[in-house]
Nanobody
Framework: QVQLVESGGGLVQPGGSLRLSCTAS????????MGWYRQAPGKQRELVAK???????NYADSVKGRFTISRDNAKPTVYLQMNSLKPEDTAVYYC????????????WGQGTQVTVSS
């Protein structure tokens, strides 16, 4: 079992910044693929950013150039730096850990609310 605990959400004005953190209960980054997803009211959960390998990343088109995913293996914590926030970024943000073998092992954090509004 893996527990993921997110923090860092809140209310921010358009154009502002936030940094989300996701801390895992044990060191998993060498085996699990880590990512951030979000779900806005009335919409499906969507990928925001993820690590596709040890060093490669993938971002949703809507956040490219504004969001950055990073990690600290020692902590072990994954971050999502969000700059130039827009009202359409408002959503609950979830941390995800996934390992695909013959079975898919997947864990989600509890979610953290991000609200972008003036």
């Amino acid at each position: 079992q893996v527990q993921l605990v997110e923090s860092g959400g809140g209310l921010v004005q358009p154009g502002g910044s936030l940094r989300l953190s996701c801390t895992a209960s044990r060191s998993i980054f060498s085996t699990y693929s880590m990512g951030w997803y979000r779900q806005a009211p009335g919409k499906q959960r969507e990928l925001v950013a993820k690590f596709t390998s040890r060093s490669s990343t993938n971002y949703a088109d809507s956040v490219k150039g504004r969001f950055t995913i990073s990690r600290d293996n020692a902590k072990p914590t994954v971050y999502l730096q969000m700059n130039s926030l827009k009202p359409e970024d408002t959503a609950v943000y979830y941390c995800n850990a996934r390992l695909i073998l013959t079975t898919v092992y997947e864990y989600w954090g509890q979610g953290t609310q991000v609200t972008v509004s003036s």
